[in-house]
């Protein structure tokens, strides 16, 4: 099955903390994979994608995350979090030909000044 | 550069009711996808408008329906509303003829059925 799992649920941070949150998929084949940010109040935001070539890709807002085939995984990092980093960071996943995103539960970030 | 709006904001129903939100997808975008996030989850796929047609449909009963008008801006319908109904329906569009990679959200519609 089609499947996103993203292991932390709930991170709390001190500003300039470094960042690490999971993120694995179950897909078939040929992936893209994204990371969406939900500040507080606002619509889902691409924060990064990742469709081939060099596994590091780098995204808005000074995140980056990086595709390990062999894992299964793309996990999202930042080194030095600020308070409006607080957000909700879902994972998603879409397939070659379609673009229906199969999304994780979500990991919600609090970063206290 | 207008990007993708829902319509309404928020909407309260009770349980049998039916509901309708809309959606405009960002300019330049031809295709329209629903998906429903219920509190606490990700958001899920419910189905995709491409062409004024329903081209990919997730795991939604078929009190779930849709429509795509020939401006590209979408309707989603749901009759006999139950109270799991509840949740954020976001909208989201892309451009098919760019490869099927990239979707922008709207703000979503919250709504409550009672």
């Known amino acids: 099955a089609q499947s996103v799992s993203q292991h932390n649920h709930h991170v709390i941070l001190s500003e300039a903390a470094s960042l690490e949150l999971g993120c694995n998929y179950s897909?078939?084949?040929?992936?893209?994979l994204f990371w969406y940010v939900q500040y507080p109040g606002q619509h889902l935001q691409l924060l990064l994608k990742?469709?081939?070539?060099?596994?590091l890709v780098k995204g808005i807002k000074g995140f980056e995350a990086e595709f390990i085939k062999s894992k299964f995984s793309f996990n999202l990092r930042k080194p030095s979090v600020q308070w409006s980093d607080t957000a909700e960071y879902f994972c998603a996943v879409n397939g070659y030909n379609t673009d229906k995103l199969i999304f994780g539960t979500g990991t919600r970030l609090q970063v206290f000044p | 550069d207008a990007g993708v709006t829902q319509s309404p904001t928020h909407l309260i129903k009770t349980r049998g009711q039916q509901v309708t939100l809309r959606c405009s997808p960002k300019?330049?975008?031809?295709?329209v996808s629903w998906y429903q996030q219920a509190l606490g989850q990700g958001p899920q796929f419910i189905f995709q408008?491409?062409?004024?047609?329903?081209?990919q449909r997730g795991n939604f009963p078929d009190r779930f329906s849709g429509h795509q008008f020939p401006n590209y801006s979408s309707e989603l319908n749901v009759n006999a509303l139950l109270l799991g109904d509840s949740a954020l329906y976001l909208c989201?569009?892309?451009?098919?003829?760019?490869?099927?990679?990239?979707?922008?959200f709207g703000p979503g519609t919250r709504l409550t059925v009672t």
């Open positions: 989201a569009s892309s451009l098919t003829a760019v490869g099927y990679y990239e979707q922008y």
């Open positions: 990742y469709f081939s070539g060099d596994p």
């Open positions: 408008y491409y062409e004024e047609e329903e081209r």
């Open positions: 300019s330049g975008h031809d295709t």
């Open positions: 897909y078939g084949g040929t992936v893209n």
